[in-house]
């Protein structure tokens, strides 16, 4: 070192050592050396110095010289941290702008765009070169509002900020929804000299937001309005109807026999079922009508601007009664179903939503008791019924309890012999207001609702501990038969019930007989064989009611540990007059005994009736001839003054 200033103290440590080795990196200095070789000066050579002891950035500029008669090289050094961390941090803005998943723009005071980043030209899918140097209009949608673009610009130039969503138009004039946030860029002095504007692509959120909406208004299985949507359609069509002076139909549609279908195929093919129902109701409407899915399998039809009921009445008897008769075609099943429909005009059936929902399904329970398959208009006795019946049902609940219940008994008659083989037991609802009321009238809102289980468990231990009464009273053995109903056959703790009334009466298990009807033994048959074994087990015989009517195959019924059949009294009935009938009773007794089955004929009202039965073979009789139903003390005395003596 042969002289240095003051100020180039701090850059060579110490003035003994050589600058260069501590300064420069070893390929920094052979670059160095060879360029000031090559032309004899080096202007601004970047480099990082190390040689004042904390590595700093410089800028070193040198010329060969002759100094003091020596060769020398002359260097001026110039430090450039400050600079070069505005470079990195520069550098690092440029990445975060390229790389940024938003869309940037950067524009100019006139609004005229000075360069836009990837995630831009991504979406935008323009190249840089068609943007620079252009005004941003062109890159906003038509569907824009006027009113909106007025806003920003307003807004923009007043509080130098905007934000809210914006539909983008795309190089290929597709738009796509933007959530945009624009920002003026002002110097020390306050003057706007950029704007920023920063982007989002929000399709993918909207979409979801669409989803939800669509969610939370329309059923998931069938895409038809839900129940929500329903009443506000309805509400809104009233709100229209009172202004106009026409009418407004509300249909509550109920699928017929559903749950068969669901217990028999499974609920995949149940739903496949809904969803084709939803589409034939759909194209039943009008524009303008409203199809919803309350839930299950029941729907709400909302017809809009009606003249009279009578239009109304047209449709269903001329257009979707009929057609939901019709196939539908279901994963490889033709599926055949009926609907029972209630209808509720306003204002002639109510003025408000509520009661016309409400008097539209109450009329729709009347088509569903009234036979199925057809429609009912309703009617204000409907109501006054519909009021009765909740008062049965509540009354039902306690009928037990206040020992309302008493069962009836109906002789059984063997063919040949005359003499009484048991009883039918059958159950009476003894009302404190209503009087004697038949189990027609009030089983099925006892199955309904659930109270049948409790109900049934009532009937077995009344039975058998009037059979044990009878037994202990010296009249012997009377066997008694009981009704079972599909409810109690499922409710799964029937065979729990049946041993405790074994624990508590001495009844002999072969003496009670339970009867079921032929589609209670079908209705999910692989369970209803484990239940029948399972009563079959402790001891209790079991028969089919009402045989003929329904749909067993012959298959099924080897497999069901049955004792007896029991032909159902339509055979009987006109069997003088019917060759069909006493043929179709002469089948079920061949092939009852064929299975090693008794057969006992029910509706037996004629000693001619008791005569073709017992030429046909019958085993035993059962009807109005011998007796009707009635109540065990009546019973008693008809035993002592019958001649049908007790069977041994």
Same mark, same amino acid.
């Given at each position: 070192?042969?002289?240095?200033?003051?100020?180039?103290?701090?850059?060579?440590?110490?003035?003994?050592?050589?600058?260069?080795?501590?300064?420069?990196?070893?390929?920094?200095?052979?670059?160095?050396?060879?360029?000031?070789?090559?032309?004899?000066?080096?202007?601004?050579?970047?480099?990082?110095?190390?040689?004042?002891?904390?590595?700093?950035?410089?800028?070193?500029?040198?010329?060969?010289?002759?100094?003091?008669?020596?060769?020398?090289?002359?260097?001026?050094?110039?430090?450039?941290?400050?600079?070069?961390?505005?470079?990195?941090?520069?550098?690092?803005?440029?990445?975060?702008?390229?790389?940024?998943?938003?869309?940037?723009? !950067? %524009?100019? $005071?006139?609004?005229?765009?000075?360069? &836009?980043?990837?995630? +831009?030209?991504?979406? @935008? =899918?323009?190249?840089?070169?068609?943007?620079?140097?252009?005004?941003?209009?062109?890159?906003?949608?038509?569907?824009?509002?006027?009113?909106?673009?007025?806003?920003?610009?307003?807004?923009?130039?007043?509080?130098?900020?905007?934000?809210?969503?914006?539909?983008?138009?795309?190089?290929?004039?597709?738009?796509?929804?933007?959530?945009? !946030? %624009?920002? $003026?860029?002002?110097?020390?002095?306050? &003057?706007?000299?950029? +704007?920023?504007?920063? @982007? =989002?692509?929000?399709?993918?959120?909207?979409?979801?937001?669409?989803?939800?909406?669509?969610?939370?208004?329309?059923?998931?299985?069938?895409?038809?309005?839900?129940?929500?949507?329903?009443?506000?359609?309805?509400?809104?069509?009233?709100?229209?109807?009172?202004?106009?002076?026409?009418?407004?139909?509300?249909?509550?549609?109920?699928?017929?026999?559903?749950?068969?279908?669901?217990?028999?195929?499974?609920?995949?093919?149940?739903?496949?079922?809904?969803?084709?129902?939803?589409?034939?109701?759909?194209?039943?409407?009008?524009?303008?009508?409203?199809?919803?899915?309350?839930?299950?399998?029941?729907?709400?039809?909302?017809?809009?601007?009606?003249?009279?009921?009578?239009?109304?009445?047209?449709?269903?008897?001329?257009?979707?009664?009929?057609?939901?008769?019709?196939?539908?075609?279901?994963?490889?099943?033709?599926?055949?179903?009926?609907?029972?429909?209630?209808?509720?005009?306003?204002?002639?059936?109510?003025?408000?939503?509520?009661?016309?929902?409400?008097?539209?399904?109450?009329?729709?329970?009347?088509?569903?008791?009234?036979?199925?398959?057809?429609?009912?208009?309703?009617?204000?006795?409907?109501?006054?019924?519909?009021?009765?019946?909740?008062?049965?049902?509540?009354?039902?609940?306690?009928?037990?309890?206040?020992?309302?219940?008493?069962?009836?008994?109906?002789?059984?008659?063997?063919?040949?012999?005359?003499?009484?083989?048991?009883?039918?037991?059958?159950?009476?609802?003894?009302?404190?207001?209503?009087?004697?009321?038949?189990?027609?009238?009030?089983?099925?809102?006892?199955?309904?609702?659930?109270?049948?289980?409790?109900?049934?468990?009532?009937?077995?231990?009344?039975?058998?501990?009037?059979?044990?009464?009878?037994?202990?009273?010296?009249?012997?053995?009377?066997?008694?038969?009981?009704?079972?109903?599909?409810?109690?056959?499922?409710?799964?703790?029937?065979?729990?019930?049946?041993?405790?009334?074994?624990?508590?009466?001495?009844?002999?298990?072969?003496?009670?007989?339970?009867?079921?009807?032929?589609?209670?033994?079908?209705?999910?048959?692989?369970?209803?064989?484990?239940?029948?074994?399972?009563?079959?087990?402790?001891?209790?015989?079991?028969?089919?009611?009402?045989?003929?009517?329904?749909?067993?195959?012959?298959?099924?019924?080897?497999?069901?540990?049955?004792?007896?059949?029991?032909?159902?009294?339509?055979?009987?009935?006109?069997?003088?007059?019917?060759?069909?009938?006493?043929?179709?009773?002469?089948?079920?007794?061949?092939?009852?005994?064929?299975?090693?089955?008794?057969?006992?004929?029910?509706?037996?009202?004629?000693?001619?009736?008791?005569?073709?039965?017992?030429?046909?073979?019958?085993?035993?009789?059962?009807?109005?001839?011998?007796?009707?139903?009635?109540?065990?003390?009546?019973?008693?005395?008809?035993?002592?003054?019958?001649?049908?003596?007790?069977?041994?």
């Amino acid at each position: 070192m042969l002289h240095a200033n003051q100020a180039a103290h701090a850059w060579q440590g110490s003035l003994e050592r050589d600058p260069w080795v501590g300064g420069m990196s070893p390929q920094a200095r052979s670059r160095f050396f060879q360029r000031l070789s090559d032309l004899g000066a080096v202007d601004e050579f970047e480099v990082c110095w190390s040689g004042g002891g904390t590595p700093t950035w410089a800028l070193i500029s040198a010329r060969l010289i002759d100094y003091q008669g020596q060769r020398a090289v002359l260097s001026t050094f110039t430090p450039i941290n400050k600079m070069k961390l505005m470079e990195s941090r520069l550098e690092l803005w440029a990445k975060v702008f390229e790389a940024s998943a938003e869309s940037l723009i !950067v %524009m100019d $005071a006139d609004m005229r765009i000075i360069t &836009v980043n990837q995630a +831009f030209r991504r979406h @935008s =899918l323009y190249d840089l070169v068609e943007l620079v140097g252009k005004r941003p209009g062109f890159l906003l949608a038509p569907d824009n509002s006027p009113e909106q673009l007025d806003s920003l610009r307003r807004t923009l130039a007043r509080r130098g900020y905007w934000q809210g969503e914006i539909s983008v138009q795309r190089k290929s004039m597709e738009s796509y929804p933007a959530w945009l !946030v %624009m920002n $003026a860029v002002r110097d020390l002095d306050g &003057v706007t000299t950029h +704007f920023i504007a920063s @982007s =989002l692509d929000i399709s993918e959120r909207k979409a979801s937001e669409r989803q939800i909406e669509h969610m939370a208004h329309h059923d998931a299985l069938t895409g038809l309005a839900n129940r929500h949507v329903s009443k506000l359609r309805l509400a809104a069509a009233i709100a229209q109807a009172r202004r106009s002076g026409e009418k407004v139909g509300v249909l509550f549609v109920d699928l017929d026999r559903f749950k068969h279908v669901n217990d028999a195929l499974g609920h995949h093919v149940g739903d496949a079922l809904l969803q084709s129902v939803s589409k034939r109701l759909l194209q039943l409407v009008r524009e303008g009508d409203t199809v919803s899915r309350l839930g299950g399998d029941e729907f709400v039809v909302i017809l809009n601007g009606i003249g009279d009921a009578q239009a109304i009445a047209a449709l269903l008897d001329a257009r979707l009664i009929p057609a939901m008769r019709e196939p539908h075609q279901v994963e490889g099943n033709e599926l055949y179903v009926s609907c029972s429909v209630g209808v509720a005009v306003y204002p002639d059936h109510g003025d408000d939503m509520d009661t016309l929902m409400r008097h539209a399904d109450a009329a729709m329970y009347q088509a569903k008791s009234g036979g199925r398959d057809h429609a009912r208009m309703f009617t204000p006795q409907m109501q006054e019924q519909q009021l009765q019946q909740l008062h049965l049902e509540s009354d039902l609940r306690h009928a037990a309890e206040r020992q309302e219940l008493v069962l009836y008994y109906q002789p059984r008659i063997d063919a040949r012999s005359g003499c009484l083989n048991g009883v039918e037991s059958l159950i009476r609802w003894q009302h404190p207001q209503h009087g004697l009321i038949a189990p027609d009238s009030f089983i099925p809102a006892a199955e309904e609702s659930g109270l049948i289980v409790s109900i049934g468990a009532w009937v077995i231990r009344e039975a058998c501990r009037q059979q044990v009464a009878w037994r202990e009273a010296g009249m012997g053995d009377i066997a008694v038969s009981i009704n079972l109903s599909a409810i109690q056959l499922k409710s799964g703790g029937l065979a729990a019930t049946l041993r405790e009334v074994l624990r508590e009466f001495a009844v002999t298990p072969g003496q009670v007989e339970f009867e079921l009807t032929e589609s209670i033994l079908m209705d999910n048959v692989d369970d209803t064989i484990a239940t029948l074994h399972a009563i079959k087990a402790l001891g209790f015989a079991l028969s089919i009611d009402d045989f003929g009517t329904g749909y067993s195959s012959l298959n099924y019924l080897c497999r069901f540990p049955l004792d007896k059949l029991k032909i159902d009294m339509s055979f009987v009935q006109d069997i003088h007059g019917s060759p069909q009938n006493l043929a179709v009773t002469k089948t079920i007794v061949g092939l009852g005994h064929t299975l090693g089955l008794s057969v006992t004929a029910e509706g037996v009202e004629s000693a001619a009736d008791a005569d073709v039965l017992r030429h046909a073979g019958c085993d035993e009789l059962q009807g109005y001839y011998f007796a009707r139903p009635m109540p065990q003390a009546q019973f008693i005395v008809w035993l002592a003054q019958s001649a049908a003596p007790r069977a041994a």
